[in-house]
């Protein structure tokens, strides 16, 4: 167990909505990551959070964005949701920004239909 | 652009058949090459992080070696319970991300 969870752990959504995953980092951990995992694919970074603030973006559209909190929970919300944003989201934390090592929740399984 | 080529896609051995995974990687100054494990519908599971060529970590049947261009995950007699998708990720300069490879599907045949 990493001491990371997200919700809920599956989620289904009609193409047009909008969503909004949830993710509590590992204790003493101040970095929050989140990928999009396609099926039979390798993670793709989304963005980083780092203390409140996003630390960088990976190739995905404005209708994916972010928070993280004080307490350095995070969400990962989309607009307008699309079939091809149905994967697997998966977020990871680390005990600060530049760190190497990242711990992955067990993942959240959006199904847009 | 980071990049990370694993191989081969999918391997199935039998229980105690060893063998090795490779993952080709190109990065823009290597801060950390890793290796997950991911059940079906779980998220990774850390197992190594190794950071300069020459560096080997082992852990219960599974050594991890890295080079200038690639590293291998060595599996020494496994078990059915080694069943998984083995993932590689690069971190480079961009120091935030983590570039995956696609994974090997391992499947070990008791």
């Known amino acids: 167990e990493t001491g990371v969870t997200q919700s809920p752990t599956h989620l289904i959504k009609t193409r047009g909505q909008q969503v909004t995953l949830r993710c509590s980092s590992q204790s003493g951990h101040n970095t929050v990551s989140w990928y999009q995992q396609a099926l039979g694919q390798g993670p793709q970074f989304i963005f980083q959070y780092y203390r409140e603030e996003e630390n960088g973006r990976g190739n995905f559209p404005p209708r994916f964005s972010g928070l993280q909190f004080p307490n350095y929970s995070s969400e990962l919300n989309v607009n307008a949701l699309e079939l091809d944003d149905s994967a697997l989201y998966l977020c990871?934390?680390?005990?600060?920004?530049?760190?190497?090592?990242?711990?992955f929740g067990q993942g959240t399984r959006l199904t847009v239909v | 652009e980071d990049q990370v080529t694993q191989s081969p896609e999918a391997l199935r051995l039998q229980e105690g058949e060893s063998s090795s995974l490779n993952c080709s990687y190109t990065?823009?100054?290597?801060?950390?090459l890793f290796w997950y494990r991911q059940d079906p519908g779980k998220g990774p599971e850390f197992l190594f992080t190794l950071y300069s060529a020459g560096e080997e970590k082992e852990k219960e049947r599974l050594k991890a070696t890295l080079t200038k261009k690639e590293s291998f995950l060595h599996i020494t007699a496994p078990k059915p319970e080694d069943s998984a998708t083995y993932l590689c990720a690069v971190q480079g300069i961009r120091y935030e991300k983590l570039t995956f490879g696609t994974g090997t599907r391992l499947t070990i045949i008791p």
């Open positions: 990871a934390s680390s005990l600060d920004r530049g760190w190497t090592e990242a711990f």
């Open positions: 990065v823009s100054g290597l801060r950390g």
